[in-house]
């Protein structure tokens, strides 16, 4: 099949998730096209079957707003009609869906009927797309999608209650190629981030206010208070300096290192005992999945989709939001004995194993087999 992948090209779990999926489907034999403004930051072997499209939006002082759904969709009109696409899967709501939609009729003018595969990812759903501003443009676009996921049970419901929605929302999870994160390295280097008495903490994201950055700081100081430890903190956002600054002000800088933005996430995970998310909201959480996939037990917020990844008492614990107190007990008791550290690590890994890549992507492939013919039915 000939498939355009549209995604956001940043460091952020949609981005990751559709660079994945597009790289797994060129492997089984499909023809991928990403089409975006950037080439996404995991896409690194461009091949045979994996192809990138940039969507150049041409600053025109006169505007405001650079008009970049337009481009798109003339991007989408170009590209579709160039390589034969036969399905469009847009990863992201906003604008990617309405996009694709205006992408489809025009191209109708030329009969040819593309049909649109829409995946919801969360935070255009929970956050972004419910605002008034925005919620008539996000309904229309679902309700006008071939085909509808969501990544998670939760975020499905959410969608459910927050839309009026007409179409079916199949739940199509997050997956993780579990074979990278077998590492080829046999030394995780973990002496150069901490002494063999420490234990080493992790938290990843894009460090905005819904990650609970505070949270992270504050669970980790109850941590160090009673056993060595370290804490890794990857990523970039607005969070991140408010963050240094609590650190300062709790006298921990010494044991916080910020990594900013890393292409190294399996590297800092080998050398990882544990993983914070604390989330104010989470549709999947798929920096959990990414630690558990490398023996990396979770501490985490028990809200959206993070239950469905993160089992409590299983792989990790899980607490209701701003419950720090909760998650440094939990914490300390996971990292105090080495027994059950090692315990928790082995059940990471095996509830992970749920979300292989192999097992999913066959999912996708159905959508759009089932989606084609379809539509070939109605032409
Ligand atoms: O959470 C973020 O900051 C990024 C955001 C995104 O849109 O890329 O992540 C959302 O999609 C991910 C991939 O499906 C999910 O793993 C995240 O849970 C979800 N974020 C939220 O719901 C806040």
Same mark, same amino acid.
């Given at each position: 099949m000939k498939i355009g992948i549209v995604c956001y090209p940043t460091f952020g779990g949609s981005g990751v998730v559709a660079t994945e999926l597009g790289l797994e489907l060129s492997k089984r034999g499909h023809k991928i096209h990403f089409i975006t403004y950037n080439q996404p930051v995991r896409l690194e072997l461009l091949g045979n079957n994996v192809h990138y499209h940039e969507v150049n939006v041409p600053e025109y002082p006169l505007f405001h707003y650079q008009p970049y759904e337009l481009a798109l969709s003339s991007k989408l009109v170009d590209m579709v009609k160039l390589h034969k696409i036969e399905v469009l899967h847009v990863h992201y709501a906003i604008p990617h869906a309405y996009a694709a939609y205006m992408a489809q009729k025009i191209l109708m003018e030329d009969n040819i009927y593309v049909p649109i595969v829409t995946t919801l990812h969360g935070t255009d759903i929970t956050l972004v797309g419910s605002h008034p501003f925005y919620k008539p443009a996000v309904t229309f676009s679902i309700n006008k999608s071939d085909a509808v996921t969501a990544v998670s049970k939760s975020l499905k419901e959410d969608t459910l209650r927050l839309f009026d929605i007409k179409n079916e929302i199949n739940v199509v999870t997050n997956f993780i190629d579990l074979n990278k994160f077998k590492h080829d390295f046999t030394d995780c280097q973990r002496g150069m981030m901490a002494r063999d008495d420490e234990k080493i903490i992790t938290h990843i /994201?894009?460090?905005?206010e819904v990650k609970r !950055?505070?949270?992270? *700081?504050?669970t980790f100081? @109850? !941590?160090?208070k009673e056993i060595p430890a370290k804490l890794m903190m990857v990523g970039e956002g607005p969070e991140r300096e408010p &963050?240094?600054?609590?650190?300062? &002000?709790?006298? !921990? /800088?010494?044991?916080?290192?910020?990594?900013? @933005?890393?292409?190294? *996430?399996?590297? !800092?995970?080998?050398?990882?005992?544990?993983?914070?998310?604390p989330s104010e909201t989470e549709s999947f959480g798929l920096s959990a999945l990414e630690a558990m996939a490398s023996g990396v037990p979770v501490i985490s917020s028990n809200t959206g989709g993070i239950p469905e990844v993160n089992l409590n008492g299983f792989s990790g614990y899980l607490s209701d939001v701003g419950n720090v107190d909760e998650m440094s007990k939990k914490a300390l008791y996971i990292l105090k004995d080495e027994s059950v550290l090692n315990t928790f690590k082995n059940n990471a890994k095996a509830q992970a194993s749920k979300f292989d890549i192999l097992k999913i992507v066959p999912e996708y492939e159905a959508i759009y087999e089932a989606t084609l013919s379809k539509c070939l039915k109605l032409s």
């Open positions: /994201s894009n460090m905005r !950055i505070p949270d992270v *700081i504050n100081y @109850n !941590i160090q &963050a240094e600054r609590q650190c300062r &002000a709790l006298g !921990i /800088s010494d044991k916080v290192v910020f990594f900013g @933005n890393s292409n190294q *996430i399996d590297r !800092i995970l080998c050398f990882t005992d544990l993983f914070l998310l």
